[in-house]
């Protein structure tokens, strides 16, 4: 739903422009100011190609986050969200840009183009009523190979006095790094297209690609460490980083994570039943409940010997 039906309504609104494009000026209105009057133009061929580009590229994105961590026939709230916001968008930004389109054909004087509130109020109802009827459309039902709870696991004896480490390097998987450099390269082509056609908030798109190459580099690759401090995990630029102390320790166990149905996606996450951690891939994780009763779960491999180790130092710290 989420990728089919914006597709649709995308190619059925191309085909128009590109029937109405011989009729319209060589120059149309692409930008105007608060007061709903026409500030910007370029050439009228260029609103077809950038429409294609963003109507088809945003629904597929959306739809390929959700493919990428959707592998054992997981759904639940994240999963109808994306729809949502792939429907609610195309609506928009189809209504809008139609609408701006048509109503600039046969123009003598680009500069007499109608005010865009219209389109903008209808655009905005339309896209509301679109997200709202794809939200309810789908089944509200939450399918996970994900446990919350998790399984307790026998820690490992130490001896008196005795010093151990346990280091692993969690990566994120091939999912997520697709989805941050796919938004990254995706922002980046905007900023350029909007700068060579002179829309001024070019360099606010270049600054979200901005943040997303940042956080592709500090967030694609963490460092987990268990030893006589607690548990750490670091990125290998030294920011962020996260610790729980030994003191601080409740419980430890392991648990299964699937990123999209439990947290939205991969990085650091908040779950949606309030679980916060670092949530690089699916399969096992430590998960550290804290004596304030929050939870901090880091995906990585073998995890059972990192939880077993920070069991027993925890509790040889607490003797």
């Known amino acids: 739903m989420g990728l089919w039906i914006p597709l649709v309504v995308v190619t059925g609104a ?7 494009l011989p009729g319209m000026p060589e120059t149309i209105a692409i930008h105007w100011n608060a007061r709903g009057e026409a500030d910007g133009f370029a050439a009228a061929r260029t609103t077809p190609a950038l429409f294609a580009a963003v109507g088809y590229g945003l629904p597929l994105l959306l739809s390929l986050l959700g493919l990428a961590g959707n592998r054992e026939g997981e759904w639940g709230p994240t999963y109808r969200f994306l729809a949502t916001i792939s429907l609610a968008t195309t609506a928009f930004l189809t209504t809008l840009i139609t609408w701006t389109f048509a109503a600039q054909r046969g123009l003598a004087d680009t500069h007499d183009a109608p005010s865009i509130v219209p389109a903008l109020a209808v655009g905005a109802g339309l896209g509301v009523a679109a997200g709202v009827a794809g939200w309810f459309a789908q089944p509200k039902l939450t399918v996970s190979g994900g446990s919350a709870a998790g399984d307790s696991v026998p ?29 990254t390269v995706l922002v980046a082509g905007l900023a350029v297209a909007f700068a060579l056609i002179g829309i001024d908030i070019w360099w606010v798109m270049a600054l979200i690609a901005l943040l997303f190459a940042v956080l592709a580099v500090t967030t694609c690759v963490f460092r987990v460490r268990v030893d006589s401090s607690g548990l750490r995990v670091v990125s290998p630029v030294g920011i962020p980083r996260f610790r729980v102390a030994l003191d ?26 309030g679980r916060f951690g670092i949530v690089l891939h699916s399969g096992q994780a430590i998960q550290v409940v804290r004596r304030s009763g ?23 710290a607490r003797a």
Do not use: Q, Y
Not at 14 to 20: E, I, N
Not at 304 to 315: M, Q
């Open 14 to 20: 191309l085909v128009l422009m590109l029937v109405w």
């Open 294 to 316: 929050k939870t901090f779960v880091v995906t990585v491999d073998d995890a059972e010997t990192g939880a077993a180790l920070l069991t027993a130092l925890a509790a040889r």
């Open 248 to 273: 601080d320790i409740s419980s430890v166990s392991v648990v299964h994570v699937n990123p999209m149905a439990e947290f939205g996606g991969w990085g650091i996450r908040l779950g949606v039943d």
């Open 155 to 183: 820690a490992i004896t130490l001896e008196p006095g005795e010093r151990v480490v346990w280091l692993r390097t969690t990566t994120m998987a091939r999912g997520g790094v697709f989805a941050i450099v796919g938004s």
